[in-house]
């Protein structure tokens, strides 16, 4: 596992913005996958927004698509998940987590079982 490390989240009202910001290990961030998940109270982990670092690749879940926004950050080994027109049913407990393998480039699917190192969570709650 490398260090991953989360940070931005709060707590706003519908409609607001957040930006969430994950830094690891130069090692891992070149050429390698990284993702968020979420986690809502009494609901299974999902896949939200992933990015290959060597290319740029993106793949958003359909919940998300149009609102959120996962990006290079200009700071070394950072990506950002800006997420705007959020809604109550965002609130959760995002993880970001890190993996390595050029599938990341073309895959379909979020699967967590990918990444092998993933950071403590940072928690967006919206109300309505």
């Known amino acids: 596992q490398v260090p991953v490390e989360e940070s931005g989240g709060g707590s706003v009202q519908a409609g607001g913005s957040l930006r969430l910001s994950c830094t690891t290990s130069?090692?891992?961030?070149?050429?390698?996958?990284m993702a968020w998940f979420r986690q809502a109270t009494g609901k299974e982990r999902e896949g939200v927004a992933r990015?290959?670092?060597?290319?740029?690749?993106?793949l958003y879940a359909e919940s998300v698509s149009g609102r959120f926004t996962i990006s290079l950050a200009n700071a070394r080994n950072t990506v950002w998940l800006q997420m705007n027109s959020l809604t109550p049913e965002d609130t959760a407990m995002y993880y970001c987590?890190?993996?390595?393998?050029?599938?990341?480039?073309?895959?379909?699917?979020?699967?967590?079982?990918?990444?092998?190192?993933w950071g403590q969570g940072t928690q967006v709650t919206v109300s309505p």
């Open positions: 987590a890190v993996g390595s393998g050029a599938w990341c480039r073309s895959k379909s699917a979020f699967e967590a079982s990918d990444f092998g190192s």
């Open positions: 130069e090692f891992m961030y070149s050429n390698n996958c």
């Open positions: 990015i290959y670092t060597g290319s740029g690749d993106t």
